[in-house]
Nanobody, 123 residues
Framework: QVQLVESGGGLVQAGGSLRLSCAASKRTISDYAMGWFRKAPGKEREFVAGVTQSGGTTAYADSVKGRFTVSRDNAKNTVYLQMNSLKPEDTAVYYC????????????????WGQGTQVTVSS
């Protein structure tokens, strides 16, 4: 079992930046592909970014490419999402997820999920 806890969310003005962290416990995440998802009010949960076990390969939703960067530090058992040039449409609850695989999926097929952290971008 992997326990995931997100942090770093908050209220920021459009154009600002935030860095989300996802700390894992109970098991090492080095065997897991990691993903970030978000869910805005009235919308389905959607894939944001993902990173393979070693961190060598990343994937992004088109809506965040060039603005968000996903990374991981397996020694610290933590995954990060650096969000720059934030827009009001980025407002959502952000979740990290772990998948026992070397492959990042853009679907919800992940084994473990965190509770989420709220990101609110004001215009």
């Amino acid at each position: 079992q992997v326990q995931l806890v997100e942090s770093g969310g908050g209220l920021v003005q459009a154009g600002g930046s935030l860095r989300l962290s996802c700390a894992a416990s109970k098991r090492t995440i080095s065997d897991y592909a990691m993903g970030w998802f978000r869910k805005a009010p009235g919308k389905e949960r959607e894939f944001v970014a993902g990173v393979t076990q070693s961190g060598g390969t990343t994937a992004y939703a088109d809506s965040v490419k060039g603005r968000f960067t996903v990374s991981r530090d397996n020694a610290k058992n933590t995954v990060y999402l650096q969000m720059n040039s934030l827009k009001p449409e980025d407002t959502a609850v952000y979740y990290c997820a772990a998948r026992y695989s070397s492959i990042v999926l853009m679907t919800n097929d992940y084994n473990y999920w965190g509770q989420g952290t709220q990101v609110t971008v004001s215009s």
